[in-house]
């Protein structure tokens, strides 16, 4: 019954001889309420838009040569030798060695550089360990000598920081993916891994000539690397 109401309802409005005046029809514009067309058609410059004031009648403009983002600060230290020992002997990491900071690099390197350095930074990563030697591996943080000069675990905060920023033979530059603050936190994590490499082999007392017992030894160092790594997940 009620659906058949409902029918009868909308069956009347379609009654044929039934007129609708011609200025309701909504498609026909008929009256504009406002003084001027601007109201509708504004003349202002849209965002991204043309503009015919200039030569290459774009409305956005490019920033002053020279220009600097808010909160970006300008790397002054060219990509070549010269700007690498430069920032080598100037910079300073204005980051503490914090746990949140600690967190926060260790989580950077698991995700742009373990792949390649390796968990414990021997450079023995996945991508280098499955290359079938097309890769060579990074040299090691811990026992390995910077293509740069000097051993690793001395390398300058500075010379970390051009590396990750402009990258350094096989190794890509990180700077688009990783921000300033990111690089000199996954260098706290960088710093953290040489000296946990270093107590390793300190308290293991490896040495080149007692290679008699070398077995022990690296099941020493292996005992070791486990306590530490429970050490850090309960630090976490
Ligand atoms: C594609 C593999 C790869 C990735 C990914 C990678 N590296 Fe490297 N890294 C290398 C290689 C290879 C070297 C050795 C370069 C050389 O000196 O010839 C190196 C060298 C370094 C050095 C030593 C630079 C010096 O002055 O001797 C540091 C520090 C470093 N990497 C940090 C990082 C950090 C931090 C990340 C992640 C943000 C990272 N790397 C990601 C391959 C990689």
Same mark, same amino acid.
């Given at each position: 019954m009620i659906f058949t109401g409902v029918v009868l309802i909308l069956g009347s409005c379609a009654i044929p001889d039934r007129k609708y005046s011609e200025e309701l029809k909504h498609d026909i514009p008929v009256h504009q309420f406002t003084g001027d067309l601007d109201m509708y058609k504004s003349?202002?410059?849209?965002?991204y838009?043309?503009?015919?004031?200039?030569?290459?009648?774009?409305?956005?403009?490019? &920033?002053?040569?020279?220009?600097?983002?808010r909160g970006f600060m300008p790397y002054m230290y060219p990509n070549?030798?010269? +700007?690498? *020992?430069?920032?080598?002997d100037s910079l300073r990491n204005p980051y503490s060695n914090t746990p949140e900071n600690?967190?926060?690099?260790?989580?950077?390197?698991?995700?742009?550089?373990?792949?390649?350095?390796?968990?414990?930074?021997?450079?023995d990563g996945p991508v280098i360990t499955n290359s079938n030697g097309k890769f060579p591996p &990074?040299?090691?943080?811990?026992?390995?000598?910077?293509?740069?000069?000097?051993?690793?675990?001395?390398?300058?905060? +500075?010379? *970390?920081?051009h590396t990750i920023t402009y990258g350094r033979n096989m190794m890509g530059s990180h700077a688009s993916q990783i921000t300033a603050e990111e690089r000199w936190k996954v260098i706290?994590?960088?710093?953290?891994?040489?000296?946990?490499g270093q107590r390793a082999s300190a308290e293991s007392g490896t040495d080149e000539s007692e290679t008699a017992n070398e077995e022990e030894t690296s099941a020493a160092v292996e005992a070791e690397a486990e306590e530490e790594q429970t050490e850090t997940e309960e630090n976490e």
């Open positions: 003349p202002s410059i849209e965002t838009g043309e503009n015919a004031n200039y030569n290459n009648n774009m409305g956005s403009r490019h &920033p002053v040569a020279g220009t600097i983002p070549t030798n010269e +700007g690498y *020992m430069m920032a080598g600690l967190a926060k690099g260790a989580d950077i390197y698991t995700k742009f550089c373990l792949h390649c350095h390796g968990t414990t930074g021997a450079g &990074p040299t090691s943080y811990i026992d390995g000598v910077s293509s740069g000069g000097g051993d690793m675990k001395d390398l300058p905060v +500075g010379k *970390m920081f706290l994590h960088i710093q953290a891994l040489i000296n946990q």
